[in-house]
């Protein structure tokens, strides 16, 4: 949880309200907004991502691609017509705090000033998430476990609770804390911190009396970009723990192997008799 990070309380809150207010727009015409296609930029989806004949999820999410404004504010949705100018702010500023944690992380992990810059944090995801409340939360999840896979997740939760953490085998409850971003360690970080940083489960469970916005930004790697242990790491104190790859093809197993239920790092772990 991420407190005294300097973004405004009502931006904060603004960007929770454009998110609900444009994807309730677009879930009235779901027929016409929604694509299972996941290589588009700009799409509305349910239940993608997992196995759509045995997990109905909970969930309309809308996804676009928002590193950086000239590139892609075109692609944006315009209405409400606020929307543009609250995510344009937004986005900029949880880069910018993006930057600088993993900056301190990179700093926590001892690996050489600028490790993060360029192209391993190059791409910015953004997710409005909305969970309608549901008749019999016993019957299904908003989303299932998983973890991200990308470099870090800063979430916005907003006020209703629904977000589980698994420690221990046991799901905890992580209940919003105001103005706090929750932050996630990716499967990329944890990747590039050859298992020092881990990559934590989660899952969302839905309620009967209370819709549920949240709104996700993804900081991660572009698509062609190198990841690996970073050789400090592995120099210093260590043998690697996973093999190279290009951030794109792993996004492809991961939508795969969800997909199959197979954890996705498996395929890239090196076993310890490997040298
Ligand atoms: C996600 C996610 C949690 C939430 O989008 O990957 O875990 O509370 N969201 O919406
Ligand atoms: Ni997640």
Redesign the pocket.
């Known amino acids: 949880m991420l407190t005294n990070h300097g973004i405004p309380e009502d931006l904060m809150r603004d960007v929770l309200k454009v998110a609900e207010e444009f994807i309730q727009l677009l879930v009235e015409d779901m027929e016409n907004s929604s694509s299972n296609d996941p290589g588009k930029k700009c799409r509305l989806y349910s239940n993608t991502g997992f196995d759509e004949e045995k997990v109905h999820l909970w969930?309309d999410?809308f996804r676009f691609s928002c590193n950086t404004l000239k590139d892609h504010v075109e692609e944006w949705p315009n209405n409400p017509t606020r929307l543009r100018e609250v995510i344009g702010d937004y986005v900029a500023r949880v880069r910018e705090m993006s930057l600088l944690l993993l900056d301190l992380i990179r700093e926590g992990l001892g690996l050489e000033s600028g490790y993060f810059e360029g192209d391993l944090s190059k791409d910015q995801l953004m997710?409005f998430?909305y969970?309608p409340p549901c008749p019999d939360p016993s019957l299904t999840l908003?989303?299932p476990k998983?973890s991200?896979p990308q470099l870090i997740?800063i979430?916005n939760?907003g006020t209703t609770p629904?977000?589980q953490v698994l420690k221990d085998e046991q799901w905890l409850a992580l209940d919003p804390t105001p103005n706090a971003f929750?932050v996630?360690v990716g499967h990329t970080l944890q990747v590039i911190s050859n298992g020092m940083l881990r990559s934590g489960d989660?899952?969302?469970v839905t309620n009967t009396y209370a819709a549920?916005t949240?709104v996700?930004c993804?900081i991660h790697p572009s698509s062609d970009c190198q990841v690996q242990p970073a050789k400090e790491l592995i120099k210093r104190c260590s043998i690697p723990l996973y093999k190279t790859f290009t951030y794109g093809e792993f996004v492809k197993n991961y939508v795969k192997d969800n997909l199959d239920g197979n954890s996705v790092l498996k395929r890239y772990e090196l076993s310890q008799a490997q040298d």
Request: proline share 0%.
């Open positions: 969930r999410t997710n998430n969970y908003g989303l998983h991200d997740t979430l939760q629904g977000l929750v996630n989660h899952r969302v549920r949240t996700g993804f």
